[in-house]
């Protein structure tokens, strides 16, 4: 009985042993730059965890300059300190870098090196939050997903700057100084994959030209947009999320069918200077109105299918699906309007 056990335990043990080997095997052949074939070197003003080796913290260290980085390196993390100046030298041997957390410096378009950026070929993420940048920084990795400048004091985008950038998938540029004539018909040309595009808290009057066909989340808010433009999301037929909160639409801004977009799921309207509720698809889930000038809301006139419809239909049919409407600081007073109920059977929260 023993000798069995032995056995067993010997036959698993080496089983255990060679699959052990082969995972490793297989997953070095997978990943030939990993860690482990590099010295656990660390800059001595930065912080290097054990647990994350391809990682390196030098933020909140009231940095002048970028140190040199091991080649190790995956993830940089510079935000919070006093950096002016993006240099090749401290990234000579960082061939590696996915992402880079430069939020929260003194970096100026003037202190980036000629190539600096674009010579990160593997970069993915690029945060520059909170900085003196006075136009988009160029040229930009190829390979870039995310690319994030809210806060800077731009105001310029060189021309062909995105071209190149298939992959992004994500462009914050919100709260700098862009003006309608900063975001000319091709400034987002080569933009094919993008899906969020945030220019909130600009200086907007227009809506912005040929915003890439694919974007699926639009952010304008706290501009001063007074017109929606006939047709104008006939070009971008996947935007799901629409933020139009403070800015200076008005009824008269609004094509007949500007908001009735299928595709639109989240539609945000709230702080502008509507007297009534624009049309609206059967699709949408939830439309902020709030702080409009709204006095009153026919349901019968909103529904986007007629209220016999949406009676006989039920929770069967081809209902409007509308979960959420908040129309908060109007003139409008309760109770809500039965017809509305009667509409919106999908109806989960009303907020007048």
Known sequence: MTLKVYTSLLLLFLVNAVWTRTVRQVYDELDPDHWSHYTFECPQECFCPPSFPNALYCDNKGLKEIPAIPARIWYLYLQNNLIET??????????????????????????I???????????????????????????????????????NKISRIPEGVFSNLENL???????????????????????????????????????????????????LDNNSIEVIPENYFSAIPKVTFLRLNYNKLSDDGIPPNGFNVSSILDLQLSHNQLTKIPPINAHLEHLHLDHNRIKSVNGTQICPVSISVAEDHGFYGNIPRLRYLRLDGNEIQPPIPLDIMICFRLLQAVII
């Not at 600096?116 to 520059?128: A, I, P, T």
């Open 86 to 111: 993006i240099s090749e030298k401290p990234f000579v041997n960082a061939t590696h870098l996915r992402w880079i957390n430069l939020n929260k410096n003194k970096i100026t378009n003037s202190g």
């Open 113 to 151: 090196g000629s190539g600096v950026l674009s010579k990160l070929k593997r970069l993915l993420y690029l945060f520059l939050e909170d900085n003196e940048l006075e136009e988009v920084p160029a040229p930009l990795p190829v390979g870039l997903e995310q690319l994030r400048l809210a806060r």
């Open 169 to 219: 998938t994500m462009l914050d540029l919100h709260q700098n100084s862009l003006l309608d004539s900063a975001l000319q018909s091709d400034t987002f040309q080569g933009l094919n994959n993008l899906m969020q595009l945030n220019i909130a808290k600009n200086s907007l009057k227009k809506m912005p030209l040929s915003i890439p066909a694919n974007t699926l989340q639009l952010f």
